[in-house]
């Protein structure tokens, strides 16, 4: 179940991560993939928090 729980990655320099391919792995080993939308947010499952969440990012090159 998809929650409205977001949290936004960005760059350094501030600028938003927008429609970058992305994996977060929990602790226990599972693993959620998705995108960022357009304005560098990440979407979490309900009753996940970022607490031991690992993030991938999936593809090469800079961020869209």
Same mark, same amino acid.
């Given at each position: &179940? !998809? *929650? /409205?729980? @977001? *949290? *936004?990655? *960005?760059?350094? #320099? #501030?600028? /938003? !991560?927008?429609?970058?391919?992305?994996?977060?792995?929990?602790?226990?080993?599972? @693993?959620?993939?998705?995108? %960022?939308?357009?304005?560098?947010?990440? %979407?979490?499952?309900?009753? &996940? %928090?970022?607490?031991?969440?690992?993030?991938?990012?999936?593809? #090469?090159?800079? /961020?869209?």
């Amino acid at each position: &179940m !998809i *929650s /409205p729980c @977001r *949290s *936004s990655c *960005s760059r350094a #320099h #501030h600028q /938003p !991560i927008r429609n970058r391919a992305y994996a977060l792995v929990r602790k226990d080993g599972a @693993r959620f993939e998705g995108r %960022t939308d357009g304005d560098g947010f990440v %979407t979490l499952q309900q009753g &996940m %928090t970022l607490e031991g969440l690992v993030l991938e990012w999936l593809e #090469h090159g800079d /961020p869209a």
